[in-house]
Protein backbone atom coordinates (compact mmCIF):
# COMPACT_ATOMS: atom_id res chain seq x y z
CA UNK A 1 0.00 0.00 0.00
CA UNK A 2 1.18 3.56 -0.91
CA UNK A 3 1.25 6.41 1.65
CA UNK A 4 2.03 9.90 1.47
CA UNK A 5 5.70 10.69 1.40
CA UNK A 6 4.67 12.54 5.02
CA UNK A 7 3.36 10.01 6.66
CA UNK A 8 7.12 8.08 6.32
CA UNK A 9 8.44 10.85 8.28
CA UNK A 10 9.07 9.74 11.72
CA UNK A 11 7.13 11.81 14.64
CA UNK A 12 8.77 14.32 16.39
CA UNK A 13 7.83 15.92 19.69
CA UNK A 14 8.12 19.49 20.60
CA UNK A 15 8.90 20.76 24.35
CA UNK A 16 9.11 24.53 25.12
CA UNK A 17 9.24 25.63 21.80
CA UNK A 18 12.13 23.75 21.23
CA UNK A 19 12.06 19.69 19.01
CA UNK A 20 13.49 17.08 20.69
CA UNK A 21 15.54 14.29 18.81
CA UNK A 22 14.13 12.44 16.27
CA UNK A 23 13.90 8.90 17.17
CA UNK A 24 15.25 6.93 13.74
CA UNK A 25 12.87 5.17 11.54
CA UNK A 26 15.20 1.92 12.11
CA UNK A 27 14.38 1.94 15.90
CA UNK A 28 10.79 2.28 15.14
CA UNK A 29 11.20 -0.64 12.84
CA UNK A 30 12.44 -2.73 15.67
CA UNK A 31 9.49 -1.80 18.16
CA UNK A 32 7.03 -3.06 15.62
CA UNK A 33 9.00 -6.48 15.11
CA UNK A 34 9.11 -7.12 18.98
CA UNK A 35 5.38 -7.57 18.49
CA UNK A 36 5.51 -10.31 16.52
CA UNK A 37 4.12 -13.81 18.39
CA UNK A 38 6.51 -14.85 20.68
CA UNK A 39 6.60 -17.08 24.15
CA UNK A 40 5.91 -13.95 25.37
CA UNK A 41 3.18 -12.92 23.26
CA UNK A 42 0.39 -15.07 21.61
CA UNK A 43 -1.22 -14.52 18.49
CA UNK A 44 -4.01 -12.50 19.46
CA UNK A 45 -2.31 -10.38 21.80
CA UNK A 46 0.12 -9.46 19.07
CA UNK A 47 -3.01 -8.56 16.84
CA UNK A 48 -4.45 -6.98 19.43
CA UNK A 49 -1.17 -4.30 20.18
CA UNK A 50 -0.70 -3.88 16.42
CA UNK A 51 -3.92 -2.65 16.29
CA UNK A 52 -3.92 0.03 18.62
CA UNK A 53 -0.24 0.96 17.80
CA UNK A 54 -1.59 1.41 14.18
CA UNK A 55 -3.73 4.29 15.53
CA UNK A 56 -1.80 5.99 17.30
CA UNK A 57 -0.57 8.22 14.16
CA UNK A 58 -0.08 7.77 10.60
CA UNK A 59 3.30 6.73 10.93
CA UNK A 60 2.84 4.29 13.05
CA UNK A 61 -0.17 3.05 11.39
CA UNK A 62 2.01 2.74 8.04
CA UNK A 63 4.84 0.46 9.82
CA UNK A 64 2.88 -1.66 11.30
CA UNK A 65 0.39 -2.32 8.57
CA UNK A 66 2.14 -4.69 6.97
CA UNK A 67 3.01 -6.97 10.15
CA UNK A 68 -0.92 -6.82 11.14
CA UNK A 69 -2.07 -7.99 7.89
CA UNK A 70 1.04 -10.30 7.01
CA UNK A 71 -1.70 -13.35 8.48
CA UNK A 72 -5.33 -13.20 7.97
CA UNK A 73 -8.16 -15.66 9.30
CA UNK A 74 -11.96 -16.10 8.50
CA UNK A 75 -13.61 -17.88 10.40
CA UNK A 76 -17.20 -18.87 9.80
CA UNK A 77 -17.92 -19.89 13.30
CA UNK A 78 -19.32 -17.44 15.90
CA UNK A 79 -18.03 -16.91 19.43
CA UNK A 80 -21.30 -18.81 21.05
CA UNK A 81 -20.97 -21.44 17.77
CA UNK A 82 -24.92 -20.84 17.55
CA UNK A 83 -25.36 -22.20 13.93
CA UNK A 84 -28.86 -19.92 13.39
CA UNK A 85 -26.59 -16.56 13.59
CA UNK A 86 -26.21 -14.83 10.05
CA UNK A 87 -23.09 -15.85 8.56
CA UNK A 88 -20.58 -13.12 7.69
CA UNK A 89 -19.71 -12.53 4.51
CA UNK A 90 -16.76 -9.98 4.66
CA UNK A 91 -17.86 -7.88 1.92
CA UNK A 92 -15.55 -5.04 2.98
CA UNK A 93 -13.09 -7.18 2.94
CA UNK A 94 -13.22 -8.40 -0.98
CA UNK A 95 -14.09 -4.43 -1.80
CA UNK A 96 -10.27 -3.13 -0.49
CA UNK A 97 -8.41 -6.15 -2.11
CA UNK A 98 -10.15 -5.68 -5.06
CA UNK A 99 -10.25 -2.06 -5.26
CA UNK A 100 -6.39 -1.26 -5.94
CA UNK A 101 -3.18 -3.53 -6.40
CA UNK A 102 -1.63 -1.28 -3.49
CA UNK A 103 -4.54 -2.53 -1.09
CA UNK A 104 -4.25 -4.07 2.34
CA UNK A 105 -3.76 -7.43 0.38
CA UNK A 106 -0.36 -6.18 -0.29
CA UNK A 107 0.59 -7.34 3.24
CA UNK A 108 -0.87 -10.44 3.60
CA UNK A 109 1.73 -14.02 3.46
CA UNK A 110 -0.35 -16.76 5.35
CA UNK A 111 -4.45 -16.83 4.29
CA UNK A 112 -6.36 -19.14 6.61
CA UNK A 113 -10.15 -19.85 5.93
CA UNK A 114 -11.55 -21.62 9.43
CA UNK A 115 -14.94 -23.59 10.31
CA UNK A 116 -17.75 -22.46 7.76
CA UNK A 117 -21.13 -24.07 8.84
CA UNK A 118 -23.12 -25.52 6.39
CA UNK A 119 -27.21 -26.26 5.80
CA UNK A 120 -28.68 -26.55 2.95
CA UNK A 121 -30.28 -23.33 3.18
CA UNK A 122 -27.26 -21.39 3.01
CA UNK A 123 -25.28 -23.34 0.20
CA UNK A 124 -26.14 -20.58 -2.29
CA UNK A 125 -24.17 -18.04 0.46
CA UNK A 126 -21.17 -20.42 0.69
CA UNK A 127 -20.58 -20.80 -2.74
CA UNK A 128 -20.50 -17.23 -3.48
CA UNK A 129 -18.52 -16.60 -0.28
CA UNK A 130 -16.10 -19.48 -1.56
CA UNK A 131 -15.24 -18.04 -4.70
CA UNK A 132 -15.23 -14.23 -3.73
CA UNK A 133 -12.34 -15.46 -1.25
CA UNK A 134 -10.60 -17.54 -3.48
CA UNK A 135 -10.20 -14.69 -6.15
CA UNK A 136 -9.28 -12.56 -3.63
CA UNK A 137 -6.56 -14.87 -3.05
CA UNK A 138 -5.53 -14.84 -6.70
CA UNK A 139 -4.91 -10.90 -5.87
CA UNK A 140 -2.45 -11.23 -2.81
CA UNK A 141 0.59 -10.29 -4.65
CA UNK A 142 2.81 -11.92 -1.79
CA UNK A 143 0.61 -14.66 -0.31
CA UNK A 144 3.10 -17.74 0.68
CA UNK A 145 0.64 -20.00 2.65
CA UNK A 146 -3.05 -21.18 2.38
CA UNK A 147 -4.89 -22.97 5.48
CA UNK A 148 -8.35 -24.23 4.89
CA UNK A 149 -10.09 -25.90 7.66
CA UNK A 150 -13.53 -27.47 8.20
CA UNK A 151 -14.83 -27.60 4.10
CA UNK A 152 -16.88 -30.04 2.96
CA UNK A 153 -16.50 -31.01 -0.65
CA UNK A 154 -19.27 -28.34 -1.94
CA UNK A 155 -17.29 -25.68 -0.14
CA UNK A 156 -13.91 -26.97 -2.20
CA UNK A 157 -15.66 -27.09 -5.51
CA UNK A 158 -15.05 -23.38 -6.21
CA UNK A 159 -11.01 -23.90 -4.82
CA UNK A 160 -11.18 -26.48 -8.41
CA UNK A 161 -12.77 -24.23 -10.58
CA UNK A 162 -11.26 -21.18 -9.32
CA UNK A 163 -7.51 -23.56 -10.57
CA UNK A 164 -9.14 -24.51 -13.64
CA UNK A 165 -9.96 -21.05 -14.78
CA UNK A 166 -6.48 -19.90 -14.04
CA UNK A 167 -4.67 -22.74 -15.41
CA UNK A 168 -6.73 -21.19 -18.78
CA UNK A 169 -5.47 -17.81 -17.91
CA UNK A 170 -1.79 -18.75 -17.90
CA UNK A 171 0.49 -19.33 -14.44
CA UNK A 172 -1.01 -18.12 -10.79
CA UNK A 173 -0.34 -17.81 -7.51
CA UNK A 174 3.55 -18.05 -8.44
CA UNK A 175 4.36 -17.15 -4.82
CA UNK A 176 2.06 -19.60 -3.12
CA UNK A 177 4.18 -22.14 -1.39
CA UNK A 178 2.22 -24.07 1.45
CA UNK A 179 -1.22 -25.49 1.35
CA UNK A 180 -2.73 -27.13 3.97
CA UNK A 181 -6.21 -28.99 4.16
CA UNK A 182 -7.35 -29.79 7.87
CA UNK A 183 -10.51 -31.26 8.37
CA UNK A 184 -11.34 -30.97 4.43
CA UNK A 185 -13.62 -33.17 2.70
CA UNK A 186 -11.47 -34.03 -0.57
CA UNK A 187 -12.41 -34.94 -4.35
CA UNK A 188 -10.06 -36.61 -6.50
CA UNK A 189 -10.68 -33.67 -9.01
CA UNK A 190 -9.76 -31.16 -6.54
CA UNK A 191 -6.66 -32.99 -5.85
CA UNK A 192 -6.21 -33.07 -9.79
CA UNK A 193 -6.43 -29.25 -9.53
CA UNK A 194 -3.89 -29.41 -7.25
CA UNK A 195 -1.63 -29.78 -10.33
CA UNK A 196 -1.60 -26.32 -11.42
CA UNK A 197 0.10 -25.39 -8.14
CA UNK A 198 3.73 -25.51 -10.10
CA UNK A 199 5.37 -23.80 -7.22
CA UNK A 200 3.75 -25.82 -4.56
CA UNK A 201 6.47 -26.51 -1.43
CA UNK A 202 4.01 -28.18 1.16
CA UNK A 203 0.89 -30.14 0.76
CA UNK A 204 -0.75 -31.70 3.84
CA UNK A 205 -4.17 -33.19 4.59
CA UNK A 206 -4.72 -33.58 8.20
CA UNK A 207 -7.98 -35.47 9.57
CA UNK A 208 -9.61 -35.04 5.91
CA UNK A 209 -12.20 -37.94 3.92
CA UNK A 210 -11.16 -38.19 0.08
CA UNK A 211 -13.60 -39.69 -2.23
CA UNK A 212 -13.06 -40.84 -5.92
CA UNK A 213 -15.91 -40.98 -7.97
CA UNK A 214 -15.23 -43.08 -11.05
CA UNK A 215 -15.76 -40.24 -13.61
CA UNK A 216 -13.15 -38.17 -11.37
CA UNK A 217 -9.71 -37.09 -13.42
CA UNK A 218 -6.87 -38.26 -11.91
CA UNK A 219 -3.67 -35.66 -11.11
CA UNK A 220 -1.37 -36.86 -14.37
CA UNK A 221 1.22 -33.76 -14.11
CA UNK A 222 3.92 -33.60 -11.04
CA UNK A 223 4.77 -30.91 -8.55
CA UNK A 224 8.16 -30.14 -9.82
CA UNK A 225 9.05 -28.18 -6.66
CA UNK A 226 7.15 -30.22 -3.43
CA UNK A 227 9.52 -30.72 -0.52
CA UNK A 228 6.95 -32.16 2.22
CA UNK A 229 3.57 -34.05 1.24
CA UNK A 230 1.55 -35.48 4.63
CA UNK A 231 -1.46 -37.17 4.16
CA UNK A 232 -2.68 -38.55 7.73
CA UNK A 233 -6.37 -38.54 6.61
CA UNK A 234 -9.28 -40.82 6.40
CA UNK A 235 -9.87 -42.01 3.20
CA UNK A 236 -13.13 -43.45 1.72
CA UNK A 237 -13.31 -45.33 -0.82
CA UNK A 238 -10.17 -45.49 -2.09
CA UNK A 239 -7.60 -47.82 -4.39
CA UNK A 240 -4.67 -48.50 -5.48
CA UNK A 241 -5.39 -46.50 -9.09
CA UNK A 242 -5.24 -42.84 -7.10
CA UNK A 243 -2.64 -43.82 -4.32
CA UNK A 244 0.06 -44.49 -7.35
CA UNK A 245 -1.03 -41.42 -9.32
CA UNK A 246 -0.71 -39.04 -6.16
CA UNK A 247 2.44 -40.42 -5.24
CA UNK A 248 3.48 -39.99 -9.10
CA UNK A 249 2.39 -36.19 -8.69
CA UNK A 250 4.15 -35.44 -5.39
CA UNK A 251 6.88 -38.03 -5.21
CA UNK A 252 9.94 -36.10 -7.45
CA UNK A 253 13.43 -35.70 -6.53
CA UNK A 254 13.15 -32.52 -5.03
CA UNK A 255 10.82 -34.29 -1.95
CA UNK A 256 12.66 -34.13 1.73
CA UNK A 257 9.30 -35.46 4.30
CA UNK A 258 6.65 -37.91 3.27
CA UNK A 259 4.30 -39.00 6.00
CA UNK A 260 1.08 -40.87 5.78
CA UNK A 261 -1.37 -43.48 7.85
CA UNK A 262 -2.19 -44.65 4.59
CA UNK A 263 -1.39 -48.04 3.88
CA UNK A 264 -1.90 -47.53 0.26
CA UNK A 265 -0.16 -44.32 -0.48
CA UNK A 266 2.44 -46.69 1.46
CA UNK A 267 2.40 -49.34 -1.25
CA UNK A 268 2.41 -46.93 -3.90
CA UNK A 269 5.79 -45.59 -2.58
CA UNK A 270 7.23 -48.33 -1.97
CA UNK A 271 7.22 -49.76 -5.73
CA UNK A 272 7.23 -46.38 -7.58
CA UNK A 273 10.63 -46.08 -9.58
CA UNK A 274 11.63 -42.34 -9.32
CA UNK A 275 14.90 -41.79 -7.16
CA UNK A 276 14.13 -40.23 -4.44
CA UNK A 277 16.23 -38.33 -1.58
CA UNK A 278 13.51 -38.15 1.30
CA UNK A 279 15.30 -37.47 4.22
CA UNK A 280 12.30 -37.58 6.99
CA UNK A 281 10.18 -40.53 6.67
CA UNK A 282 7.00 -41.74 8.59
CA UNK A 283 4.67 -44.37 7.37
CA UNK A 284 2.17 -47.17 8.08
CA UNK A 285 3.14 -50.07 5.44
CA UNK A 286 0.83 -53.37 5.24
CA UNK A 287 2.35 -56.81 6.90
CA UNK A 288 2.33 -58.26 3.20
CA UNK A 289 4.73 -54.80 2.44
CA UNK A 290 7.68 -55.34 4.55
CA UNK A 291 9.58 -57.20 1.52
CA UNK A 292 9.18 -53.89 -0.12
CA UNK A 293 9.99 -51.66 2.70
CA UNK A 294 13.11 -52.94 3.58
CA UNK A 295 14.24 -52.53 -0.31
CA UNK A 296 12.82 -49.50 -0.31
CA UNK A 297 15.04 -48.14 2.71
CA UNK A 298 18.16 -50.03 1.38
CA UNK A 299 17.84 -47.96 -1.90
CA UNK A 300 17.02 -44.25 0.35
CA UNK A 301 20.50 -43.43 1.72
CA UNK A 302 19.33 -40.10 2.10
CA UNK A 303 16.62 -40.90 5.29
CA UNK A 304 18.11 -39.82 8.51
CA UNK A 305 14.54 -39.70 10.27
CA UNK A 306 12.50 -42.58 10.36
CA UNK A 307 8.93 -43.84 12.18
CA UNK A 308 7.25 -46.83 10.51
CA UNK A 309 4.90 -49.45 12.24
CA UNK A 310 1.81 -51.22 10.34
CA UNK A 311 -1.09 -50.44 9.22
CA UNK A 312 -2.89 -53.34 9.90
CA UNK A 313 -2.54 -55.75 13.62
CA UNK A 314 -1.36 -58.82 12.90
CA UNK A 315 -0.27 -62.16 15.70
CA UNK A 316 3.15 -62.22 14.57
CA UNK A 317 5.34 -58.92 13.23
CA UNK A 318 6.79 -60.27 9.54
CA UNK A 319 10.46 -59.77 9.80
CA UNK A 320 12.64 -56.59 8.54
CA UNK A 321 14.94 -57.70 6.78
CA UNK A 322 17.85 -54.68 6.38
CA UNK A 323 20.95 -55.09 4.33
CA UNK A 324 23.60 -54.04 6.40
CA UNK A 325 24.62 -51.58 4.16
CA UNK A 326 20.52 -49.94 3.93
CA UNK A 327 20.52 -46.00 5.74
CA UNK A 328 23.64 -45.26 6.75
CA UNK A 329 22.77 -41.65 7.71
CA UNK A 330 19.72 -42.60 9.55
CA UNK A 331 19.98 -40.97 13.24
CA UNK A 332 16.62 -40.70 14.94
CA UNK A 333 13.98 -43.85 14.78
CA UNK A 334 10.65 -44.31 15.94
CA UNK A 335 9.13 -48.12 15.92
CA UNK A 336 7.74 -50.86 17.87
CA UNK A 337 10.02 -53.03 19.65
CA UNK A 338 10.14 -55.94 17.36
CA UNK A 339 12.15 -53.78 14.82
CA UNK A 340 14.65 -52.15 17.15
CA UNK A 341 17.46 -54.41 16.47
CA UNK A 342 16.89 -54.77 12.84
CA UNK A 343 16.70 -50.95 12.26
CA UNK A 344 19.57 -49.95 15.04
CA UNK A 345 21.91 -52.73 14.14
CA UNK A 346 25.16 -50.91 12.87
CA UNK A 347 23.89 -47.66 12.13
CA UNK A 348 24.46 -44.14 13.86
CA UNK A 349 21.06 -43.59 15.50
CA UNK A 350 21.35 -41.11 18.49
CA UNK A 351 17.60 -40.88 18.65
CA UNK A 352 15.03 -43.33 19.71
CA UNK A 353 11.17 -43.02 20.18
CA UNK A 354 8.09 -45.51 21.01
CA UNK A 355 5.99 -45.09 18.15
CA UNK A 356 3.84 -42.35 18.93
CA UNK A 357 0.81 -42.61 16.64
CA UNK A 358 -0.52 -45.30 18.98
CA UNK A 359 0.15 -44.13 22.38
CA UNK A 360 -2.17 -46.27 23.76
CA UNK A 361 -0.86 -49.69 22.47
CA UNK A 362 1.14 -51.62 24.95
CA UNK A 363 2.28 -55.33 23.60
CA UNK A 364 5.17 -57.31 24.54
CA UNK A 365 7.86 -56.03 21.97
CA UNK A 366 7.82 -52.39 24.31
CA UNK A 367 9.04 -54.49 26.81
CA UNK A 368 13.02 -53.92 27.71
CA UNK A 369 14.71 -56.90 26.01
CA UNK A 370 13.76 -55.11 22.46
CA UNK A 371 14.63 -51.65 23.97
CA UNK A 372 18.44 -52.98 24.41
CA UNK A 373 17.95 -53.59 20.69
CA UNK A 374 19.31 -50.15 20.46
CA UNK A 375 22.57 -50.90 21.54
CA UNK A 376 23.39 -52.35 19.05
CA UNK A 377 24.11 -48.79 17.16
CA UNK A 378 26.89 -47.67 16.04
CA UNK A 379 26.60 -44.29 17.69
CA UNK A 380 25.41 -43.20 21.38
CA UNK A 381 22.37 -43.04 22.29
CA UNK A 382 21.68 -39.30 23.37
CA UNK A 383 17.72 -39.06 22.87
CA UNK A 384 15.29 -41.61 24.26
CA UNK A 385 11.44 -41.48 24.39
CA UNK A 386 10.05 -44.28 26.28
CA UNK A 387 6.53 -45.25 27.98
CA UNK A 388 6.21 -45.23 31.72
CA UNK A 389 6.43 -49.33 32.20
CA UNK A 390 9.86 -49.10 30.38
CA UNK A 391 10.92 -46.22 32.57
CA UNK A 392 10.40 -48.20 35.49
CA UNK A 393 11.85 -51.39 33.99
CA UNK A 394 14.97 -49.53 32.85
CA UNK A 395 18.24 -49.24 34.11
CA UNK A 396 19.67 -46.30 32.26
CA UNK A 397 22.86 -45.63 33.95
CA UNK A 398 23.74 -49.24 32.62
CA UNK A 399 22.33 -49.46 29.53
CA UNK A 400 22.54 -45.94 27.90
CA UNK A 401 25.18 -43.85 30.03
CA UNK A 402 24.78 -41.17 26.95
CA UNK A 403 21.56 -40.15 27.73
CA UNK A 404 20.89 -36.36 27.59
CA UNK A 405 17.49 -36.17 26.81
CA UNK A 406 14.38 -38.57 28.20
CA UNK A 407 10.53 -38.55 27.46
CA UNK A 408 8.47 -40.62 28.97
CA UNK A 409 4.28 -41.05 27.73
CA UNK A 410 1.89 -43.18 29.04
CA UNK A 411 0.92 -47.12 28.43
CA UNK A 412 -2.21 -48.17 28.02
CA UNK A 413 -2.90 -48.86 31.24
CA UNK A 414 -2.58 -44.76 32.26
CA UNK A 415 -0.22 -45.56 35.30
CA UNK A 416 1.34 -43.24 37.06
CA UNK A 417 5.27 -42.20 36.76
CA UNK A 418 7.56 -43.13 39.79
CA UNK A 419 10.39 -40.66 38.80
CA UNK A 420 12.93 -41.70 41.68
CA UNK A 421 14.83 -44.45 41.17
CA UNK A 422 17.60 -45.99 42.44
CA UNK A 423 20.49 -44.29 39.94
CA UNK A 424 22.05 -40.98 38.92
CA UNK A 425 20.91 -40.15 36.04
CA UNK A 426 23.47 -37.19 34.34
CA UNK A 427 20.76 -36.08 32.05
CA UNK A 428 20.28 -32.37 30.89
CA UNK A 429 16.35 -32.86 29.53
CA UNK A 430 13.40 -34.55 31.04
CA UNK A 431 10.06 -34.39 29.70
CA UNK A 432 7.16 -35.99 31.19
CA UNK A 433 4.15 -36.89 28.93
CA UNK A 434 1.83 -38.80 31.82
CA UNK A 435 0.71 -38.47 35.32
CA UNK A 436 3.39 -38.19 37.80
CA UNK A 437 3.44 -39.87 41.44
CA UNK A 438 3.70 -37.15 43.39
CA UNK A 439 2.97 -38.78 47.08
CA UNK A 440 7.20 -39.53 46.44
CA UNK A 441 7.69 -36.33 47.22
CA UNK A 442 4.95 -35.08 49.55
CA UNK A 443 2.63 -37.62 51.28
CA UNK A 444 -0.33 -35.10 51.59
CA UNK A 445 -0.20 -34.82 47.61
CA UNK A 446 -3.16 -36.67 46.17
CA UNK A 447 -2.02 -39.85 43.69
CA UNK A 448 -3.59 -39.77 40.29
CA UNK A 449 -4.31 -35.75 40.45
CA UNK A 450 -3.25 -33.89 37.45
CA UNK A 451 -0.50 -30.85 38.61
CA UNK A 452 -0.22 -29.66 34.83
CA UNK A 453 -1.03 -26.06 36.33
CA UNK A 454 0.11 -26.46 40.25
CA UNK A 455 3.26 -24.89 40.05
CA UNK A 456 3.66 -24.86 43.57
CA UNK A 457 3.85 -28.56 43.35
CA UNK A 458 5.89 -28.79 40.86
CA UNK A 459 8.45 -26.50 42.41
CA UNK A 460 8.63 -28.68 45.28
CA UNK A 461 9.24 -31.60 43.05
CA UNK A 462 12.22 -29.76 41.64
CA UNK A 463 13.30 -28.58 45.16
CA UNK A 464 12.84 -32.26 46.60
CA UNK A 465 16.63 -33.86 47.85
CA UNK A 466 15.50 -37.02 46.29
CA UNK A 467 14.76 -35.29 42.55
CA UNK A 468 17.78 -33.20 43.12
CA UNK A 469 20.10 -36.52 44.11
CA UNK A 470 19.19 -38.10 40.97
CA UNK A 471 19.06 -35.55 38.28
CA UNK A 472 21.80 -33.47 39.52
CA UNK A 473 22.47 -32.39 36.27
CA UNK A 474 19.15 -31.02 34.72
CA UNK A 475 18.90 -27.98 32.98
CA UNK A 476 14.96 -27.93 31.84
CA UNK A 477 12.07 -30.32 32.93
CA UNK A 478 8.45 -30.24 31.72
CA UNK A 479 5.76 -32.00 33.97
CA UNK A 480 2.45 -33.23 31.90
CA UNK A 481 1.24 -29.87 30.55
CA UNK A 482 2.75 -26.42 29.31
CA UNK A 483 5.02 -25.14 31.61
CA UNK A 484 8.75 -25.50 31.12
CA UNK A 485 11.21 -25.43 33.71
CA UNK A 486 14.66 -24.12 33.27
CA UNK A 487 17.87 -23.13 34.90
CA UNK A 488 20.96 -21.64 33.89
CA UNK A 489 23.33 -24.00 34.86
CA UNK A 490 23.50 -27.47 36.86
CA UNK A 491 24.73 -25.93 40.42
CA UNK A 492 21.78 -23.19 40.41
CA UNK A 493 18.89 -23.92 42.63
CA UNK A 494 16.94 -21.41 40.92
CA UNK A 495 14.01 -22.75 38.41
CA UNK A 496 12.56 -20.45 36.48
CA UNK A 497 8.98 -21.18 34.66
CA UNK A 498 8.41 -20.45 30.89
CA UNK A 499 4.87 -21.03 29.57
CA UNK A 500 6.26 -23.42 25.94
CA UNK A 501 2.76 -23.01 24.48
CA UNK A 502 0.89 -19.24 25.10
CA UNK A 503 -1.75 -19.29 22.68
CA UNK A 504 -2.34 -23.45 23.86
CA UNK A 505 -2.37 -22.61 27.55
CA UNK A 506 -4.19 -19.10 27.21
CA UNK A 507 -7.15 -21.62 25.54
CA UNK A 508 -6.66 -24.61 27.73
CA UNK A 509 -7.31 -22.23 30.88
CA UNK A 510 -10.29 -20.23 29.18
CA UNK A 511 -12.01 -23.40 28.92
CA UNK A 512 -11.37 -25.15 32.08
CA UNK A 513 -12.87 -21.46 33.17
CA UNK A 514 -15.75 -21.71 30.94
CA UNK A 515 -16.59 -25.09 32.19
CA UNK A 516 -16.14 -26.77 28.57
CA UNK A 517 -13.62 -29.96 30.72
CA UNK A 518 -15.29 -31.87 32.80
CA UNK A 519 -13.70 -32.16 36.07
CA UNK A 520 -14.81 -35.48 36.74
CA UNK A 521 -13.83 -36.86 33.46
CA UNK A 522 -10.23 -35.28 33.22
CA UNK A 523 -9.27 -33.84 36.58
CA UNK A 524 -7.15 -30.67 36.84
CA UNK A 525 -5.76 -29.05 39.55
CA UNK A 526 -4.85 -25.28 38.96
CA UNK A 527 -2.40 -23.50 41.35
CA UNK A 528 -0.75 -20.52 40.24
CA UNK A 529 2.29 -19.05 41.84
CA UNK A 530 4.04 -15.93 41.33
CA UNK A 531 1.12 -14.46 38.33
CA UNK A 532 2.88 -16.40 35.84
CA UNK A 533 -0.58 -18.37 34.75
CA UNK A 534 -2.14 -14.96 35.36
CA UNK A 535 -0.09 -13.33 33.34
CA UNK A 536 -1.11 -14.96 29.93
CA UNK A 537 -4.24 -12.73 29.95
CA UNK A 538 -4.87 -8.83 29.75
CA UNK A 539 -6.90 -7.21 32.53
CA UNK A 540 -9.49 -6.72 29.64
CA UNK A 541 -9.86 -10.64 29.62
CA UNK A 542 -10.11 -11.73 33.30
CA UNK A 543 -13.29 -13.34 33.08
CA UNK A 544 -14.98 -13.98 37.00
CA UNK A 545 -14.29 -17.62 36.07
CA UNK A 546 -10.66 -16.67 35.28
CA UNK A 547 -10.23 -14.93 38.26
CA UNK A 548 -11.67 -17.92 40.71
CA UNK A 549 -9.95 -20.51 38.16
CA UNK A 550 -6.75 -18.73 38.78
CA UNK A 551 -7.32 -17.79 43.24
CA UNK A 552 -7.76 -13.79 42.23
CA UNK A 553 -11.13 -13.68 42.84
CA UNK A 554 -9.83 -11.93 46.21
CA UNK A 555 -7.80 -10.00 44.78
CA UNK A 556 -7.81 -6.77 43.39
CA UNK A 557 -4.59 -6.91 41.29
CA UNK A 558 -3.58 -9.55 38.46
Excluded at 59 to 67: D, N, Q, S, V
Aim: hydrophobic share 40%; proline share 6%; net charge neutral.
Amino acid sequence: MRYPSSWWTPPRRKRDHQELVQIPHDVWLEVVENLRPSESLSRGESKYDLANLSLACRYLCAITRPLLYEEVLFSGTSVTNDVDLPLKDHSQWYKEVRSRNDSLGSFVKIYRLNDWIVSDDRRAFISTFCKKHFDVVARLPKLQSLYLSGFDAFMLNPLREFLCRRAKAGPQLSTLRHLYLYRADTTINILAALQELTGLETLVLHDSYVSCALDERLPKSILPCLRHLEVNTVWYPLDYTFSTAIIHMACQASLRTLSTNVSYIAHALLTCDVGLAIEDLQVFAAPEDMPLFASFLGRTPSIHTLSFGLADPVVESPPLDLDNRALPNLRSLSCSGTYILPAAKGRPIRRYCVVEYNPTLETDDYRLPALLGLKQSSAPVEELGVRATLYHDTVFAQHFPNLKSVTVFPDRRGMSVKLVKNEVLPWEHLQLHCAIDATQFAKELVPGRDYTYDLPTQRGILANNQFMAQFPSLLGVKFHGLVDWRRSSHTSDNWEPYISSRDKARSNLKNLAAGRIDPDVDPVHVVDEDGILASLFRPQEMTTQLRELLGLENSSNV
